[in-house]
């Protein structure tokens, strides 16, 4: 067993835990706080994918800015209190569990049977996640959708000025 | 690059102007009017731009592969257009009876037909994505533009929680299908899928494309994810959707037609004739659905909600036959079933004049013939048409898709088919029959529609010509392929 | 077993738990934010995918994408969280289950 190997089983146990802690929570913030968690141990996931950029846009993006904006909204509209859950669950939520499980299970199955004996990064992956590396390709290769992308930010922003403000 | 950026014209063109309709909206106080004459003239210029890049001689693609040029695309993007552009004339009467005019509206219809263009032109996953996110983002906003209705905002709510939901679903497709194929662009994905050695993890492969089949059958409401169009469809303020039935629609299935043609392997292999009799089951399922709970609505918003339902069901018979023809009807059917649809909605918005009560009910219509004549008729062409009965476009529309059907070797699609047209006789036939031969008690004050009946005409002549020579569309159709 | 380095079928395992748990998340609550929050639990997991596999075959198209996602996401965060926003000054509740003059 290497470092990485640790490393990752560690992180993969605390990433589902946090993860059904979100889900679970039946206080909002203590749910927002989990993800929070979650977010970091994925940064840490990508870290032993030698994926150093997306590692940190990750916990930039994710934990600082969209976390912040959900935090700021349960304290906005005071929601902050437990929250009964959904008495007798319907057929929807489920099959869609049971859905969601055969999902998971196909997948998984699918990953050892089709996917195995992948088991080493190869050599250049340490140059393929850097700054440099994604920066090259999504200036050049991937420039078109990076445009358009604004795009949606403008509609975005757009949008919440529309919704949200009292009067327009 | 220049040549990328002409062969490209409608989408910087488009996405160019939409900034320039927002900033014009935030410079100018009080120009509601000024911007909706520039939306509709932006929308215009894309459309001349639209039916310049479909004459290219050759088909290209631009900016490294990441979109298609002209052909199939500009077509799609001419429809778009031609909604937004009956969209836009209808919506300022709409928005004026109901006091809610901003500039704002007008950019957001022009913004989400950028992204109608993203998706009909896209040759990579990564454009898909985007161009299917600022139509929905777009789409989310505008269904809640009314946000101090109680209707408008729950049909927002769900719409978004659910769209983000199934945006989920979409790009874990879209992950598999790139883990699998190793490229996100398409011709790269098609020669992993029908190059000799296949896919890299073939299982991987199916699965990822499963669950981009339930993201797009989401956005164009295929049963069994079609549960949200007719709360959507009927809590939105109707000009929204009139908008987001029709073009929203037909930006799904212009993403459907490439994808599974990149993705479904030669058609002699059991794989491509098990997922076709995916796509008839589904789409059997999605007509008798939506055919059948249309019958019992009292509402006409949830009732043609319903009844978009089971035209999605019948476009999907294109893509189970996988054909040339096919793919052509669908192109034909929903050139049609946009004046059609569109026409439909315009007409309720325009009775409503800002009220989210008058004209809801079916039973309001009773007698409408007496009171409004002309737009009495004017339904009754469009649900004419809708319901498929020649000379009207829907006749050779579905005659087009059901031909596809038989020569595939679905004969008991089309049965079907013909089966849920004739439980949709019930309710299209019974609003004619309430409009024409019902008295209704109700005095009822003018009710003008302004811009909206520029639409109306419209509509109904390309209903009509459309039913009269639907060669000419047909031809164009078969050409993009 | 004698592990040197994880295996690329252990991140797709663990990305499709991921996504599952975020899925039942959105299926079982009726908070509307907390729903959101399980959405992009998700998009999470769908990221770790992209990135195994990007990193595994060594093609930086699959963390592109993932900068698009996040991107997306944010977009998506302004105009839901608006849309909840709203819908709170009209009904003053953020749970679904309330939201309910039309049949759900």
Redesign the interface.
Known sequence: MSVTVLLFGILAVVAVASGISTVMSRNPVASAMSLVLHFFTLAGIYLTLQAQFIAAVQVLVYAGAIMVLVVFMIMLLNVGREEQMRENPGYRTIIGTALGVMLAFQVGKTAFTDVAGRHVLPPGSAVTGTTEALGETLFKMYLFPFEAVSLLLLVAVVGAVILAKRKI | MLQDFLNSAPIPLLSALATLVMLLDAMKRDGARIVFGFSVFSLTAAMAAAIYTMFLPDKTTAFNNMITCGGYGAYFDIVFCLGGVLTLLAARPFLLASNTEHGEFYSLILFSICGMFLIAHSNNLLTLFIGIEVMSVSFYILSGYLRTSRFSIEASLKYFLLGAFITGFLVYGMALIYGSAGALGYNEIYQAVQGETGARFPMILLLGMGLLIIGLSFKSAIFPFHQWAPDVYQGAPTIVTAFMSTAGKAAAFSAFIPILAVLTPESSSPVAAKIGMLLAVLSAATMLVGNISAVVQKNIKRMLAYSSVAHAGYMMMGLAAGSVRGASGIVFYVTAYMFMQIGAFILISALERGSEERYQNLEDYAGLAKKHPVMAALMSVFMLSLTGIPPFAGFFGKYYLFTAAIESGYTWLTIIAVISSVISVYFYIGLIVAMYFRESDVQEQDSRPGLAGISLVISAAGVIILGVIPQFIDKIAKSLF | M???????????????????????????????????????????????????????????????????????????????????????R??QT????E??????
């Open positions: 004698n592990l040197q380095s994880v295996p690329l079928e252990y991140y797709l395992t663990l990305s499709a738990i991921l996504f599952v748990i975020g899925a039942v998340g959105v299926l079982t609550r009726r908070n509307a934010i907390i729903i959101f929050m399980s959405i992009e639990l998700m998009l999470n997991a769908v990221n770790l995918t992209l990135v195994a596999f990007s990193q595994f075959f060594g093609d930086p198209g699959g963390q592109i994408f993932v900068f698009f996602v996040m991107a997306v996401a944010a977009a998506e965060a302004a105009v839901g969280l608006a849309i909840v926003l709203a819908l709170f009209n009904k953020v749970y679904v289950d939201v309910n003059i039309m049949k759900w």
